[in-house]
């Protein structure tokens, strides 16, 4: 039986996905704590890092247009509302990052591309956190 599209977007889940919860999981192996979905700050950041002022942004490719990336895929069908949806979506995300600049936070957005891969995942993020000046607790072996 075929899943309708309206089916199909209401699994779409907006906080805990798979990218978000890779990134959450990385951090915290790192020693880092940190609040989730701060609905008082513009754009309501995934991850906020409030001892540095880091806001962190897990973008969808889809969603956020990544660009050069294979996942953010143009959609071939109504394009009457995706074309305006997607554009809507990037002018949002800039809007929001220069609220949050204005108040003094550091950005960093984290693609769901490269949360795929725990290598590229750990580069970005350790030059996010490197760039903010946070610091990251020695790992311990055990």
């Given at each position: 039986?075929a899943v309708s599209r309206s089916e199909n977007m209401s699994r779409i889940r907006r906080r805990d996905t798979a990218p978000e919860l890779k990134v959450r999981r990385w951090l915290?192996?790192?020693?880092?704590?940190?609040?989730?979905?701060?609905?008082?700050?513009?754009?309501?950041?995934?991850?906020?890092?409030?001892?540095?002022?880091?806001?962190?942004?897990?973008?969808?490719?889809?969603?956020?247009?990544?660009?050069?990336?294979?996942?953010?895929?143009?959609?071939?069908?109504?394009?009457?509302?995706?074309?305006?949806?997607?554009?809507?979506?990037?002018?949002?995300?800039?809007?929001?990052?220069?609220?949050?600049?204005?108040?003094?936070?550091?950005?960093?957005?984290?693609?769901?591309?490269?949360?795929?891969?725990?290598?590229?995942?750990?580069?970005?993020?350790?030059?996010?956190?490197?760039?903010?000046?946070?610091?990251?607790?020695?790992?311990?072996?055990?």
């Amino acid at each position: 039986m075929a899943v309708s599209r309206s089916e199909n977007m209401s699994r779409i889940r907006r906080r805990d996905t798979a990218p978000e919860l890779k990134v959450r999981r990385w951090l915290h192996a790192q020693g880092l704590r940190f609040r989730l979905d701060r609905g008082d700050l513009p754009g309501r950041p995934d991850i906020v890092l409030p001892k540095w002022n880091l806001a962190i942004f897990v973008h969808g490719c889809f969603w956020h247009q990544h660009p050069r990336c294979r996942l953010a895929s143009r959609p071939k069908t109504n394009l009457a509302y995706w074309t305006p949806k997607l554009a809507g979506n990037k002018t949002r995300d800039r809007r929001n990052v220069r609220a949050l600049k204005a108040r003094g936070w550091e950005v960093g957005v984290i693609w769901e591309c490269r949360t795929r891969n725990p290598d590229h995942l750990a580069e970005d993020a350790g030059a996010l956190l490197k760039r903010t000046g946070v610091r990251i607790a020695p790992t311990r072996h055990r």
